[in-house]
């Protein structure tokens, strides 16, 4: 064999590997494949021209250039799994995205802050026993007074200055005509537990903290034998369920004309946790709602024999509530529904 | 209700109790004390002082030079005060004195003269001038002439005194005097009282020349006592502060005097000019229809018979209760005068001064109620303080109608410890409940097991066992009943479905982003005018406000204002809801209550907010629509939309929402004119009827097998007439295929106008859903029912293929 052959093929695989090297997108790969490796390749003329060899240098030609061609093959193929591999690496890098933007927006709206105390108390109270019911908005002398113990030309009406609507409709001054027409409803059946919670209306000028028209949640519970500690049991028990295991209530004497005796109920300071504070103006303590025994007239009026059955009722204002909650220092921001006020709310 | 602390410690012994003590147990007690007021507001080193020199000011016309004692000194004062003259005791604020508001007194230079200190108003002295009588509130205040000079004023002015002001339950009526406020204070502090359990009439001759006659029911019992003279007008210094600490204006003696009893012992009194009554007779009758009094504040009122009268044979001369007249009043002329204690029906008097306006400090006690016991005593008080400060006499005994003395009974209640203690649920000792009930001073017999317990007619408050236990419970105090659980049994409550629907809604409408909102139900017609609601308006007998007079007819006005605000305020959109009712009537008055229809308003008004990946856009009706569907996809209910004919929405652009062909609610853009009138431009309502979504709503899930078979999807573009509604294609395909066949679903998922499709005409990209539960479908098959679909629309729309 000659050595020129020989030679020759040295030097076309030293420059095909060298020029491989300086292959730089697979643009340029394909064309060292095509010129290295493809039919007009240098190795492939080489190969056609070794027809004219004797039979052992062909042979053994033929096998010197088959391992350069496999060794250019090779270099070939993992010099393109090499640039693919850079290639994607580069796409990738090119994708690359701002994860700093927003993310495609789901849309977050909020419950009403009213409606979330109201669903809150709801669900204590359903957890202790009670069942919620509802009432009419518009009611008569009858339910939302005389029924409850205020006859007409009372003092106590005073209490509660009333839309009246005609002579003998108003609207409701509070939720109480409820406990009459539940008790009526259940005509003599016991226990009774149920808590209403509905709008009111009263005839207050608006102001920061009066509003003509809020929410109470009036609770009611009637059987044999319940006791006033029973109320005060039960109302620390939703006061701790509402503010935290630390709370507790506090009676103080006051005068409902449905209720015998009747109580305001104190909690401890939300906001100062009893030290005393603005909120509750020094004392460590905040009314949060009234309540009592149910007056023996009420239970009489209503079916219930007083001789023989006690109860007690509370009513609670939802507003009082969700301001403290939520520090909110002016009811009328909660029935204005300014949306920056109402989205802060988003929160669950 | 204000009281004086130096008044309730004439009677009781306070030594060891502040008034703000005071305060905190009469507040424990169920008597909340509201504020706690030195009646002196800061005055310090102010003395008595008499004017013995007054020279006008060498520079200034309305000023004036005083010599003035202050006890074995003499000072020069420049004064501008109108009234100073020489021989008057006054207020000196010396130098160094201090007065309230933080002013402090320094011998000062008015125009050349130098003034060592101030000669002092009431009004500077941080008295509630209007208390007190005018000549005192104007100038100088002028005090009696023989109080010591160069003495403090603070204790002869009684500024040494702490007001209360106690925030009285309509219940206590008896606290309205230092009587009952004495007698509560006592059994509070279980401390012996010493007001005086009657006052015995004055000595006088013979018969009262005075006539009564009671020609009403509403006048149980009426007193009179004729006085003759009245010499001395000028009412003491010690009864104005004390008028003044309870917050009474001073008048004038005879006035005073009334006003003084009634404070002392709860019973209003009045005083008659007897020489102004005819034939000294006093009628108490109602009014006659037509009749007119002028008051005594000088008011010429209409009266009607349900109004009571005091008159005289021939005129009204009073209103009961309630204000005297004008024609009887007491005057400097006055010399004789006729005294009035009586009883009168509570709820009359109310009537009477709730149609008149007027709130008078008799009226307030006989509408809560007076004690029987007091009427004659306070009489008797009266008379007895016009004698010794006025020099006036008694004319015979007090005329009494009817004559015998007072019959009322106490109330007398069966009390069983037991149960009182069973009832409280804590066990408050037997003795501590008898302690209780002799420190009210009320009687206890003792009987087996229960007891007798005597209330006296001071507090008609008390009535039943339950008022009883009220007693024992805040003067034990609230503070020892336990918090005990109760002995109830478990129990599912009641179902709450209609609770629970509305919740879900709530629940699931914040978290497709709409903001709930919370609405007035009182509005105004012209606010709902834009809308035109059905029905008439249920409307206010008496309105706070033009804008609250009615209660509201539909949702819309009242979200449209939620809108227009957050407009208003640098929102630029949002979507939000509200669970309310609206209030319906055929006609106003009408025989039934309104009707009171909850419903879900929802409102979609301006811009939403914009994103990297979508621009701020105004909501539209689609926007509506697909919460519609999610809520109606969510409570599980199957509904159709039809065009509707709302006049306030988009003619075009709006739909009701029907279930079985009755309608659950409807959507629509608001009608440009409807935006307009409510100043939010464009913006989408949609409405549900709760009552009927409660009823069609159903969380029930049957599964149905996962289809082993694959499915088929066949999407068919179609040019098809711009106003034909897509739903015509969708209910055409099932029509034509039937609902039990091989087709499953059918859904519109492109509409395009542009190149390509002709003027007048659409294209709507429509996908077919081809399955069957048992086999393979094959192409041939779906061809086929492709082609009956598209003959079906070419027929009925005439529906062509796009190209
Ligand atoms: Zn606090």
Known sequence: MSDTWRHELETIRNEAMASLANTSDSKALNDWRIEVLGKKSALSQMSKAMGSLAPEDRRALGEALNRVRQELEQAWRSRQAEM???EKALRLERERIDVTLPGREVPLGAMHPI?????????????????????????????????????????????????????????????????????????????????????????????????????QIEGLVVDEGIRMSDLKGTLEAFAKALFGPSQRVRLRPSYFPFTEPSCEVDLVCVSCGGAGCRTCKGTGWIEILGAGMVHPRVLDMSGYDSARYTGFAFGLGAERIAMLRYGISDIRMLYQNDLRFLRQFRHA | ???????????????????????????????????VDPLNR??????????????????????????????????????????????LVVPVALPGAKLPGGVEIRIAEFRGVS????????????????????????????????????????????????????????????????????????????????????????EADGESPLQVRLETPRCPRYEAQLLDG??????????????????????????????????????????????????????????????????????????????????????????????????????????????????????????????????????????????????????????????????????????????????????????????????????????????????????????????????????????????????????????????????LPVEAPESSGHLMIVRKVRRALVDWGLCEVRTYALTSPEAEAPIAPSGVPVALLRPMSDDRRVLRRHLLPSLAEVARHNLAHQVPGGAIFEVGKMFLASSWPQQALPEEQQVLGMLWFGETEG??????????????????????????????????????????????????????????????????????KRAVYAQFDLDRLFSLASSDVRVRPIPRHPASRRDLAV???SELESQALIDSAWRTLGDGGDLRLVRVFDVYTGVGVPEGHKSLAVALWFQSDERTLTDAEIDQAVVAVLRAWEEAFGAKLRA
Not at chain 2, 378 to 405: C, D, F, K, N
């Open chain 2, 230 to 487: 009245a010499e001395i007008r000028e009412t003491p210094l010690w009864m104005k502060m004390r008028l003044l600490a309870m917050g009474v204006r001073s008048i004038d003696l005879v006035v005073d005097v009334t006003n003084y009893v009634m404070l002392e012992w709860g019973q209003p009194l009045h005083a008659f000019d007897a020489d102004a009554i005819a034939q000294g007779t006093i009628v108490v009758r109602q009014a006659r229809e037509g009749e007119r009094l002028v008051t005594l504040d000088g008011q010429e009122r209409a009266l009607t018979p349900d109004m009571m009268v005091i008159a005289d044979p021939e005129k009204a001369i009073g209103l009961a209760g309630v204000m005297g007249g004008e024609n009887s009043e007491i005057g400097p002329s006055t010399r004789r005068i006729a005294l009035e204690s009586a009883r009168f029906d509570g709820a009359s008097i109310r009537r009477t001064g709730q149609a008149l306006s007027l709130r008078s400090e008799a009226q307030q006690r006989f509408e809560k109620g007076v004690d029987p016991a007091a009427v004659s005593s306070a009489l008797h008080r009266a008379t007895e303080l016009l004698v010794q400060l006025a020099g006036s006499r008694p004319v015979g005994a007090p005329r009494r109608v009817p004559p015998q003395a007072d019959v009322s009974k106490p109330t007398v209640i069966s009390f069983s410890p037991h149960a009182c203690a069973r009832f409280l649920g804590v066990d408050v000792p037997e003795g501590e409940m008898r302690a209780c009930f002799e420190a009210l001073g009320f009687g206890v017999e003792h009987g087996e097991g229960a007891w007798r317990v005597e209330v006296p007619t001071r507090r008609p408050d008390i009535q039943a066992p339950a008022d009883l236990y009220e007693e024992v419970a805040r003067l034990y105090g609230y503070h020892h009943i336990p918090a005990t659980s109760m002995r």
């Open chain 2, 115 to 202: 003034s060592h200190g101030m000669l002092c108003s009431a009004d500077e002295l941080g008295l509630e001038t209007r208390y007190l009588p005018k000549r005192d509130a104007e100038g100088l205040f002028v005090l009696p002439a023989d109080l010591p000079l160069g003495a403090d004023v603070v204790p002869h002015l009684h500024l040494d005194d702490v007001v209360f002001d106690l925030d009285l339950t309509p219940n206590r009526s008896d606290c309205l005097s230092i009587r009952g406020l004495v007698h509560e204070l006592s059994a509070i502090l279980r401390r012996p009282h010493r007001f005086p359990a009657s006052v015995a009439a004055p």
């Open chain 2, 611 to 680: 994103n990297p990946f979508e621009r701020p856009r105004p909501y539209d009706f689609y926007d509506a629509k697909g919460v519609c569907d999610a809520l109606l996809a969510r409570l599980g209910i199957r509904a159709a939309y039809q065009a509707s004919q709302h006049v306030y929405l988009h003619p075009g652009r709006q739909a009701s929402i029907e279930v079985n062909g009755a309608p659950v609610g409807f959507l629509g853009e608001l009608h440009p004119d409807v935006g307009e009138a409510y100043d939010v």
């Open chain 2, 1 to 35: 209700m204000r009281a004086s602390y130096k008044w309730l410690a004439e009677y009781l012994d306070l030594a060891g109790l502040s008034p703000a003590d005071l305060a905190d147990r009469l507040t424990s007690a169920g008597l909340a004390v509201d504020a």
């Open chain 2, 719 to 721: 040019v098809v007439p």
């Open chain 2, 42 to 87: 800061g005055v310090e080193g102010v003395v008595i002082g008499k004017v013995l020199d007054v020279r006008p000011h060498p520079q200034a016309d309305r000023l004036k030079v005083c010599q003035v004692d202050v006890g074995g000194r003499q000072l020069e004062i420049v004064c501008g005060a109108p009234n100073v003259a020489p021989g």
């Open chain 1, 115 to 215: 409606s979330r105390v109201i669903e809150e108390i709801e669900d204590i109270f359903m957890s202790l026993g009670f069942s919620v019911v509802e009432g009419p908005e518009v009611e008569t002398d009858h339910y939302n007074f005389e029924l409850l113990n205020i006859p007409k030309d009372h003092p106590a009406r005073d209490m509660q200055d009333t839309f009246y609507l005609t002579e003998e409709w108003l609207l409701r001054t509070h939720t109480s005509p409820m406990q009459v027409r539940t008790m009526e409803r259940m005509r003599g059946r016991t226990p009774i537990r149920v808590i209403v919670p509905g709008r009111v209306y009263r005839r207050d000028e608006d102001d920061a903290t009066h509003s003509h028209q809020f929410t």
């Open chain 1, 84 to 86: 693919e591999a850079k």
